[in-house]
C-alpha cells in the first residue's frame, strides 16, 4: 500500500482494522501514517505494534496518541521508543506512563526525559526503579522534582541518592525531607555533602541524624553548618551540633598526626640526604610544581575537586611538594637565619604539607580554619617580608609579590566564605 493510499483511508475506518492487519504494516507504512490516523488506533491496535514499527513513528506524530493509551503499551514496547521519541512526549503523556514502563527503559532513556517531563512526574511512577536505577538518573532530573514529591521517595532511592544528585538539590527540596528520608542517608552521603549543602538541613533535621551519622561529618561541615544556624538553633540542637563537632576534631587531629610524622620523617631525609646545592634545587622545583597545582585548582575548581581523581592527584603532588621545599626555611629557621621569613614560611608549609597529603587520601577539605587563619596570614607576612628582602632582584620580587598576592587571595576567601555562612542559607533554588 502506498502513502496516498494510505492517507486516503479515514480514521474511523483505520479504527477498525483487526491488530493482525495493523501488525502487518511495514516499519515506512506506519511511518507514513497521519496525526489523526494514529490517534485512532485503539489500545488493541498499538499492542500489535512492533518495536520497528513504534520506531518509525517520528516524534512529533507519536503526540497523537492519546495518554491514556500509553498506559495500555507493553514496558517492552515503551522500551522501543528512541530517546528522541521519549523527550517529544507531552506532560500528559509521561504522567500516564506506568512504573513498569518507567523501569523497563535503559538508564539513557530515563535521562532523554526532560526536567520538564520529570518535575509533572506522579513520585509512584518511580516506584519499581531499583537502587542502581535511581542512581543513575541524571542530577539534574533529581533536582527537576518538586519538594512535595522529594518527601515522598522512598528511603530505598534516598539511600540510593549520589554524591552528583544530593549537590544540586534545593534547599527546599532538602527541607522537605521527612524524619524517615533523613534515618535512610547513609553516613557516606552526609561525609560527602559540601558544607553549602549541609547546611540547608534545618537543626531539626540535624538532631534526627543518628551518632554514626553525625560522626561522619568533618570539621568544615560541621563549623559551617553552626555559623549558618547558630542564631536559630534550640540548647539542645545547639549540643548536638557541638557533640558532632568535637568528634570531628578529635578525628581530624588524629588523621593530621598520623600524615604528618611520615612526611616530616621524609622531609628530615631529603635535608639529611641531599648535598645543599640539590637540596636548593628540589626546593625550587617543589615550589614550581606548587605553583603550577595551585593554578590547576583555581583554573579548573570542579575538575580539581578534592574528592575527584585530578584533585587526589592535585593535593598529592601538592603534599610531595611541600617535603622537598620544607627543609630550606626550616633549616634556616633553626639556625635563626632570617626568623620572619624562616618561620612563617616553616609554618605554612607544616601546616598546607599535611593538609595537601591528607586530603589527597580523604577527598574532602581539612584544617581548613588553621590553615587559612593562621598559616595564610603566616604566608601573606612571610612573602612581603620576603619581597621587601629581595627589592634589589627582580626575579625573587616578582617571584614573592606573586606570592604575597595569591596568599592574600586564599586568605581573604576564606574570610568572605564565613561572612557568607554566618548568613541564612539562600532561599532560591
Known amino acids: 500500500m502506498t502513502g496516498p493510499q494510505l492517507h486516503a483511508i479515514k480514521p474511523e475506518q483505520i479504527a477498525k482494522l483487526a491488530p493482525e492487519q495493523v501488525a502487518a504494516l511495514s516499519p515506512e507504512q506506519v511511518r507514513q501514517l497521519t496525526f ?19 520506531q518509525a513513528i517520528r516524534p512529533s506524530k507519536l503526540q497523537a496518541v492519546a495518554p491514556g493509551r500509553i498506559t495500555g503499551l507493553r514496558p517492552d514496547q515503551v522500551a522501543a521508543f528512541s530517546q528522541e521519541q521519549l523527550a517529544g512526549l507531552t506532560i500528559e503523556q509521561v504522567r500516564k506512563l506506568t512504573p513498569d514502563q518507567i523501569a523497563g527503559l535503559s538508564d539513557e532513556q530515563r535521562n532523554a526525559l526532560t526536567p520538564e517531563q520529570v518535575a509533572a512526574m506522579r513520585p509512584a511512577q518511580f516506584s519499581h526503579l531499583n537502587a542502581i536505577q535511581f542512581a543513575a538518573l541524571d542530577p539534574a532530573l533529581v533536582a527537576a522534582r518538586d ?25 527546599h527540596q532538602i527541607e522537605a525531607l521527612t524524619k524517615q528520608q533523613i534515618a535512610a542517608l547513609t553516613p557516606k552521603q552526609l561525609g560527602e555533602l559540601s558544607p553549602g549543602q549541609l547546611r540547608k538541613f534545618t537543626p531539626r533535621q540535624f538532631t534526627w541524624m543518628s551518632t554514626e551519622q553525625t560522626n561522619a561529618l568533618s570539621v568544615l561541615q560541621l563549623t559551617t553548618y553552626r555559623a549558618t544556624h547558630k542564631k536559630a538553633m534550640t540548647p539542645d540542637q545547639t549540643a548536638a551540633v557541638d557533640q558532632a563537632l568535637t568528634y570531628a576534631r578529635l578525628k581530624e587531629t588524629a588523621q593530621l598526626v598520623a600524615t604528618f610524622g611520615p612526611m616530616a620523617g621524609s622531609s628530615y ?3 639529611q640526604i641531599l648535598p645543599p646545592h640539590w637540596a636548593a634545587t628540589a626546593a625550587g622545583v617543589a615550589f614550581g610544581v606548587r605553583g603550577i597545582v595551585f593554578s590547576a585548582q583555581s583554573v ?19 603534599g610531595a611538594s611541600f617535603i622537598f621545599s620544607s627543609p630550606g626555611s626550616a633549616a634556616g629557621l633553626l639556625r635563626g637565619d632570617n626568623i620572619g621569613v624562616n618561620g612563617s614560611f ?46 634589589h632582584s627582580p626575579l625573587a620580587a616578582t617571584a614573592g609579590a606573586l606570592f604575597t598576592v595569591g596568599s592574600a587571595e586564599f586568605w581573604l576567601s576564606a574570610a568572605r566564605t564565613d561572612l557568607l555562612n554566618r548568613r541564612a542559607a539562600p532561599r532560591t533554588p
Do not use: C
Open 36 to 54: 489523526d490516523q494514529l490517534a485512532a488506533l485503539p489500545p488493541k491496535q498499538l499492542r500489535a505494534l512492533g518495536a520497528e514499527q513504534l
Open 147 to 171: 519538594p512535595a514529591t522529594m518527601a515522598k521517595l522512598s528511603p530505598r532511592h534516598v539511600a540510593a541518592l549520589t554524591r552528583e544528585q544530593l549537590d544540586v538539590l534545593t534547599i
Open 269 to 271: 631525609t631529603v635535608w
Open 300 to 318: 579548573f575548581p570542579n575538575a580539581a575537586a578534592n574528592h575527584k581523581p585530578l584533585g587526589r592527584i592535585l593535593n598529592a603532588a601538592s
Open 346 to 391: 616553616t609554618l605554612g608549609n607544616v601546616v598546607y604539607g599535611t593538609k595537601s597529603a591528607l586530603q589527597s587520601i580523604a577527598g574532602r577539605p581539612v584544617l581548613r580554619n588553621v590553615a587559612e587563619h593562621l598559616a595564610g596570614p603566616g604566608y601573606v607576612f612571610g612573602s612581603l617580608l620576603y619581597t621587601a628582602q629581595n627589592l
